[in-house]
């Protein structure tokens, strides 16, 4: 079992920046892909962010230009910074680590942006 663990979630002011952190094994960290994934309420379980061991990035559109993905290798950490936060990005935010069919979840982390 891999254990990917999150923390950084929190309440903001619409407009306010969050940073979210994802710690992974040192055994997994360089070859998979790691991703931020976010479910509101109601909602499907929807991809935010990945980025690829090589360092290539896909982001979801509503996130463009506002979140950035990033990942320290020699921390086994991967990052989300949130700016400009608006309400419909409320949701629990989970880190995600895959690599073909091998696909591990962390706990989740609660962001909401709520004046």
């Known amino acids: 079992q891999v254990q990917l663990v999150e923390s950084g979630g929190g309440l903001v002011q619409p407009g306010g920046s969050l940073r979210l952190s994802c710690a992974a094994p040192?055994?997994?960290?360089?070859?998979?892909?790691m991703g931020w994934y976010r479910q509101a309420p109601g909602k499907q379980r929807e991809l935010v962010a990945e980025?690829?061991?090589?360092?290539?990035?896909n982001y979801a559109s509503s996130v463009k230009g506002r979140f950035t993905i990033s990942r320290d290798n020699a921390q086994n950490t991967v990052y989300l910074q949130m700016n400009s936060l608006k309400p419909e990005d409320t949701a629990v935010y989970y880190c995600?680590?895959?690599?073909?069919?091998?696909?591990?979840w962390g706990q989740g982390t609660q962001v909401t942006a709520s004046s």
């Open positions: 995600n680590a895959r690599l073909g069919s091998y696909i591990f």
């Open positions: 040192r055994r997994i960290f360089s070859a998979y892909t």
């Open positions: 980025i690829t061991g090589t360092g290539n990035r």
